[in-house]
């Protein structure tokens, strides 16, 4: 998994396994998460968000977990894909701030 | 098409030459924010901006200067850039700074020599 400021992960999956990817935030006053998906030569695409006042927030193929008391975010991707080779960013804010994790690469292996 | 858009997408410059880096986004959006994206780092906020003529420090703003004198457009000027300021840069926006989905531009890469 991924915290702020630790070195870039790597998650390899194979293709149509589930992916998990972990996320450990800072700040308490933090009232919305989201997951980002970048790819090579792009800027950040947002894949899901959930807000502090829910604990689970389901999109298509994947699902966001919110764990306020020890302070843990994850995104499950299923039927991982090849498309979903990428880094993914975890994103905490609080009236505008933001603080993004730095990230873990998914490499999807066929 | 609802887009953020970045200028210049590359730039090479020197120690303390002023550059402005301009963003701009066509979807009415409230928020606007830059980033800087080092190796390992993730991204880190410079500044952002809830609405016209208010802006607020991010967690590395030093070095850096906004403006939003109106609501599309969001500059980031670097007064006098060092070579520690060498990064990739993105615009985004989105509709209001409180739980939003942000929108990001294609990206800037710096080069301070």
């Known amino acids: 998994g991924e915290s702020v400021g630790l070195h870039l992960p790597t998650l390899s999956v194979q293709e149509g396994d589930n992916s998990i990817i972990n996320c450990a935030y800072s700040n308490s006053a933090s009232d919305y998460f989201i997951w980002y998906k970048q790819e090579s030569g792009k800027g950040p695409q947002f894949i899901i968000d959930?807000?502090?006042?829910?604990d689970k927030r389901q999109g298509q193929r994947v699902t966001v977990l919110l764990n306020k008391t020890v302070k843990h975010l994850s995104l499950q991707i299923a039927a991982t894909q090849p498309g979903d080779s990428a880094v993914y960013f975890c994103a905490e804010s609080s009236w505008g701030k933001f603080q993004f994790g730095a990230g873990t690469q998914v490499v999807v292996t066929p | 098409e609802a887009q953020v858009t970045q200028n210049p997408r590359y730039l090479i410059t020197v120690t303390g030459k002023k550059l402005t880096v301009t963003c701009s986004q066509n979807?009415?959006?409230?928020?606007m924010s830059w980033y800087r994206q080092d190796p390992g780092l993730g991204l880190r906020q410079i500044y952002y901006s809830m609405n016209v003529e208010v802006t607020d420090k991010g967690d590395v703003p030093e070095g850096y200067k906004v403006s939003r004198k109106e609501k599309r457009n969001f500059p980031l000027i670097l007064e006098s850039p060092s070579p520690n300021q060498t990064s990739l840069y993105f615009c985004a926006s989105s509709l209001n700074g409180r739980r939003n989905e942000q929108f990001f531009g294609p990206g800037t890469r710096l080069t301070v020599l």
């Open positions: 959930i807000r502090s006042n829910m």
């Open positions: 979807m009415n959006h409230e928020y």
